[in-house]
Every structure is written in structure tokens, then in C-alpha cells.
């Protein structure tokens, strides 16, 4: 049987004995200490010498950092699926995605029946495994807002509430060896994981072609089924047998069974830390050394690389699939693909990109963007995918998405004695704000933490730290871009200085950044401030809050988000309202006089870390919609807050938020960043349903107050609005034309306000 080429991953196959508790804990640990990449345990709750093997994953999970934990295999009737569902998505999430789900129908069937679970004849136990592998998926499918319904013979739910997802596309894997339950693997599983030991000559040979011609006819291509191994063995000096010899013939072994068995994933099952030791330092890295080599030799297609009838039925027209580069398309992730609704929308907006790029080195960013440029669709650039204008995802086109960016580190000191933080483009702020608090350091960064760090720091950064510390983008001291034509580059004030001007500010119109260097500030404890107001006279409420948050220091930064009148409830105004400081003195004084500006319904105030107000959720988006957005900036909130007010009653808009800015942003002139409005005091923004009737309200309301706009918080169409480019750059717009004809002649760069 051919070699499947997927990447090969070796792991334990560890006893849960209750006798000793700590010890299958200890050799978890060790799994990852000699480099191994998964810890499994045997499943049976019917042995008294046994712990439970899902409190034994939760706890290992815990002791460990990197490796994927998985039962081997968890044992289907005494575990419900729903249940198992919800337990594998909290583990995969508690974990940072490191679950896996392996599977069996069921064994020792006295044993089972002891406990109170019914027997099963082998039929039913396969088809209680079809049915629960689907209420399982079902389960985890969150972007589905209808309660799940299923009429099984075994598993019937009646109106179940779906999630929460998986943090990942966690695999399951099925313990299988007869032709039904193979055929099963094929069609609903994404591996197949038998025991060496239960397998005749020939067996796995038999068992792959079984599964292979089930997953073709099923429209799956084989190589979307992981084959695992679970091996026993020892490593003695001379050879005594299969697996039972040196470590060089275990190499030779182990290596056949990858090229000629398709196994791409081996489990070592022993307790004893010697052997772990050898098989984690020694065998592995030679086996995946060996095999790697004689791939290159084959010119092996990387499994993640092939894909199905039914995944390729489900191609978009205008892009070369087959033209994308072998190391991209070792990672690309197409709408046939089961990971391609993890990563198709963003946080608000619902995509349907025709093909995700993810990237994992700049010149990997390069050659996506070589071939973005044959192809004869949109282009999007995603970092975190949070971006409530939308323009991070698609439909029909490519997304770069630049997620495997995203590691967090502090760097020694500049000039001026602060350390710099270096952040990859696919970080979130909350990652930057988690890794920073230990050094008592902080960067303004928006007022949610699941930002990604690439967009924020390309255009703006109207944050909760803005007026003490100014934008996210005046903190940038470099960034690493790679241009349209493929070119890496530095960019500094010494280096490319013309490039890093722009890009603070226009940096989605000149290129892809994959990591920005950043000053951040000393800062301790800050105070956090959540205050509800009644907005019945919402045009007066504005005008006092903004009167109350111009005269405060500049420690104070203070959102409001209005919500109108609805079905006899007042108006409601909310403020979060942060103070850099740990003078509770100070932040009382402050608070009462955003207090003043209505009437006060509730408030609760914190003393707490920064990293604590930008807390993050999970990462997958699962959109919404295609939400309309307008934007502007004004000085004062007296000649605007009746117009927004007004814009507020009217129901076009169901969310309105005012952010304050001012303080340190105005500390730069407008020329010193290609982003211009160094004068304005407030930034306001309004989200709607639909886009004509939002602009033909903002533009009759708002446009004359405002003295600009803000990219991130901005919908309308730039392509027939020339004046929109204007408000969005101001007198930087002759100077970023000339960028733009320099840096990206051919404006491959052209989904987010295409500088023309």
C-alpha cells in the first residue's frame, strides 16, 4: 500500500493504574519530555484497579504543555455521546487544542453489562458508533443555531443546544478491525487505530484497502484517513523478533511500516520510562528522518495536500488549485476541507473563500502572494479575523491568513530604556496584554482582546489605553512586510522609512505585515469601570459625558455604546471606562463625574490587572451576516450628539458606540503617521442591517459634523465614494497615492479602502 504522506507523530499508549495514581501522570509527563507528540490511555471503566480515564486526561492535561491527549479507545456505551461531545470540546478548549477523540464501539461486553449498560449484539454496538459519531459532529457544529433533533435507535435527542466547538478540528479516531466498522472509518472517522498485536500477516494491508475503496466511493480521497498503530515491543541487543531488537531495527521497522503500510502515526504502549525514553529520543527522530528522505526521493504528496471527489466538487472557479505551491498547499484549506468552517468567516462577517492560505514564514507569505496575483479573485489578508468591517474574509476568493504568526516576545531594551515587544501579525492583543503584565508593561489595544494584532497595528488602535498612551500604531518602532512583488523587508524610521510611515495608518494598501515591533509603557493595576445610565435624554447625556472625558487627565479613556429605546425600556447608555492608574483616589473623583452625565443604574468598578479587561473567547468565528458599518471623527460631542442621537432613535442602526480619543494620540501631528485626525476628540460608529439605508442616514446626519473616518469601522463603498478617502486619509492622500504607485503599482492590496 502506497505511503499517505501524512506527517508522522508518535506517542505512549499509557496504563491508568489507580495503585500508584501519580505514575501515568509521571510518564504523560515524560511523553513530552523526550519529544513525543501524544500521551493515550487504555479506557476501562470496568476494572477496579483502573482510574477513570477521563479524569485521568483532564488532570494529565493539566500537568502537560504540548502534547495531545487522547483515550485508546474510550469506550462508547458507558460514555453517552452528548456527553462526550461537550467533555471533548471543554478538554480541547481548557487544553489549547490539544484533543483527540479515540473511539470504540465496545468490548468486554459481561463487564459492560455489569454496570448497568445494556449488551449490544456486535450490529447494534456499530450502528450506536455511527449514530453517536454524528451526534457528536452535530454537537460541536455551532455555527448552526437550530437545537439538534436525532431519532437514532440508540441516541435520540430532542431539541439539544449545540456547543460549545472544539478550540480545533479535534480528529476521531476509531478502534477498528472488521470490514463494517472499516467502512466506518472511511465514511465518518478521521483515523483509524488498531492494535499491532490483534493484526495478522497481512492484516493492515487488508484493512487499508478496505478503508481505501470505502472513502473513494464515499467521495473522500485516502488519504484524509490518519492511519495510527498501537506497537508494543522491546529493545534488546540482538534481535528477538519484530520490534523486540536494537533501536536500529526498530528505525528500519518502524520506517517500513510508514512507506509501505501508510502508518502516520505510531503509539508505544509501555510503562516503562526507559523504553519511552529511547522510542521519544532516538527511534522517532530517525524513523521521521528516514521517511522524510525517501519522500523527498518519491516526490510524496503531503496528505493535508489531497483531497476527494466530494472536496474537489466543491471548488471555486477562478483560482488554480493545482498551481499552488507544494508548501502552501500542505496547509491550505479548502470548502470541501472539515477544518474550512472553523475559518471561513470572521467575527461578524459570514465568507465563503474559494481557498485559505495559511502561511507559516514570510517567504511563505510571498509566494501566496505570487500567486494571488495569477489568479482572478479577491484577495483578503486575515490576522485575528475580528475585523467588524468584514474585509478579512470573502466570497469566491483567497484569504491569506496569517494565524501561525503568532508568537509574543519581549526583547531587550531601545534607546529610550523600554523593552520592545515583537508580536506576530496572527496574535491577539490578549496574548500581547497576557505576556506583557508579568513585566508590568501595557499597549493600548481596542477594548477586546481577540483582535489580531496585524490589523490594529496597520490602522489605528483606538483603544482603552488611547488617551494616556495614544494609538496602537504610535507605539509601532518596526514591522517586518513583505510588499506585492514578494520582497521582505524591514521597515523602520531608518530602514524603508517611507513604507513604515505608511504603514501606521495604511498598512492594508502597501503590504502584508507578519510582525510589528512595539514600545510599550510601565503600567500596574489599572481601574475598570462598567456604568449603565439612563439615556432618555441621550442628546444631553452625550453632551455631558463628552464634556466630563475631555476635562479628565489623560489616565481616563472612557466607550460609550448606546442602545435606543426599545419596547418601553429607556434608553441605555454603557460606559467602560478604564483609568491607568492604581489611584483609587483618582478613579473615584473621575467616575462620579462620568456619573453626572445621567442618571446612574448601575455600576461596578475593578482594580485589576490590564491583561484582565481585554480578555479573549474562543477564536473561531462563526459570523452573522454581512453587518453595514459607518464611522467619523468629531472634536466636540455638543454640535453631534443631537444628530446621533437621532441616528440612534431612528432603527437603522442596532449598535452605536462613541470611543474616546484625544490625550496622547494628539501628542503626533497629523503628517507623522499616514493615519491623519491628531485633533479629534471622539470617535463615533454605527452598525446596521443594511448598507444603503445606514449611509443615506449617516450621510444626511453625521457627514457634516465629522472631521474624517475611521478604516476599521467603515463599510461604505470607496470605489464610488472618492470623498470617503479623503475623510479616511485627509491631507496624507497625495503622499500615500505616490506609496501606493510605488509599493503596489498593480494594487493587489485592494480590499481595504484601495488608495487610488
Known sequence: MPDYGHDLT??????????????????????????????????????????????????????????????????????????????????????????????????????????????????????????????????????????????????????????????????????????????????????????????????????????????????????????????????????????????????????????????????????????????????????????????????????????????????????????????LAATAVEPGDRAYAGMQHNYLRSGSPGLILLPRTAQEVAQGLSFAREQEVPLGVRSGGHGISGRSTNDGGLVLDLRSFSSVEVLDGNSTGLPLVRAGAGATWAQVAETLTPHGLAISSGDYGGVGVGGLATTGGVGLLGRAFGLTIDRVRAAEVVTASGEILHASPEENADLFWGLRGAGGNLGVVTSVDIEPMPLGDVVFSQMSLDATDTAGLLQRWGAAVEAAPRELTSFLILSPARRGQPAVAQLMTVIASSDTELAVQQLERLADAGPLLGHQAYQLPYAQVVRAGDRNHSGGGSPAVRSTLVTHLNGAADSFARVAGSGVAYFLQIRATGGASHDLAPEETAYPHRSQNFLLSAMGANQQRLDDLWDGEMVGHGEGLYLSFDTADVTTRPDLLEAAFGTNLPRLRELKRRWDPENVFSGNFPIR
Not at 508518535?10 to 500508584?20: I, K, M, N, R, S
Not at 477521563?54 to 500537568?63: C, D, E, G, S, Y
Not at 523478533?241 to 502508518?263: C, M, R, S, V
Open 10 to 327: 508518535f506517542g505512549t499508549f499509557l496504563t491508568p493504574e489507580a495503585g500508584d495514581p501519580q505514575r501515568p501522570v509521571a510518564l504523560a509527563q515524560l511523553t513530552e519530555q523526550v519529544g513525543l507528540d501524544l500521551a493515550t490511555f487504555q479506557d476501562h471503566p470496568y476494572q477496579p484497579g483502573f482510574l477513570d480515564t477521563w479524569t485521568l486526561l483532564t488532570w494529565a492535561a493539566a500537568q502537560t504543555e504540548r502534547i495531545t491527549l487522547a483515550g485508546n479507545v474510550l469506550n462508547l456505551p458507558l460514555r453517552p455521546p452528548a456527553v462526550l461531545a461537550k467533555s471533548l470540546a471543554s478538554l480541547d478548549l481548557l487544553s489549547g487544542g490539544r484533543a483527540a477523540l479515540g473511539l470504540g464501539s465496545g468490548a468486554f461486553w459481561d463487564a459492560i453489562e455489569a454496570l448497568g449498560t445494556p449488551r449490544r449484539t456486535p450490529g447494534e454496538a456499530v450502528d450506536a458508533l455511527t449514530e453517536a459519531i454524528e451526534v457528536i459532529r452535530e454537537l460541536w457544529d455551532t455555527a448552526n443555531p437550530r437545537p439538534l433533533r436525532t431519532e437514532g435507535e440508540h441516541y435520540r435527542l430532542t431539541g439539544a443546544k449545540r456547543g460549545p466547538a472544539p478550540r480545533t478540528q479535534v480528529p476521531i479516531w476509531l478502534g477498528a478491525y472488521k470490514p463494517r466498522m472499516l467502512r466506518l472509518v472511511a465514511t465518518a472517522a478521521d483515523g483509524w487505530l488498531p492494535s499491532l498485536g490483534y493484526l495478522k500477516d497481512g492484516d493492515l494491508a487488508r484493512g487499508n484497502a478496505t478503508i481505501d475503496a470505502a472513502a473513494e466511493e464515499a467521495g473522500r480521497h485516502p488519504a484524509e484517513i490518519r492511519r495510527l498503530l498501537n506497537i508494543n515491543g522491546a529493545v534488546a541487543p540482538t534481535s528477538q523478533g519484530h520490534l523486540n531488537g536494537p533501536a536500529e531495527q526498530w528505525i528500519e521497522e518502524l520506517t517500513t511500516l510508514a512507506l509501505e503500510d501508510g502508518i502516520g502515526t505510531f503509539i508505544l504502549g509501555s510503562d516503562d520510562p526507559e523504553l519511552i525514553a529511547t522510542f521519544g529520543e532516538q527511534i522517532a527522530p530517525a524513523v521521521r528522518d528516514a521517511v522524510g528522505k525517501e519522500r523527498a526521493l518519491r516526490g510524496t504528496t503531503p496528505a493535508s495536500a489531497q483531497r476527494g471527489r466530494a472536496a474537489l466538487d466543491q471548488r471555486r472557479e477562478g483560482i488554480d488549485y493545482d498551481g499552488l505551491p507544494a508548501k
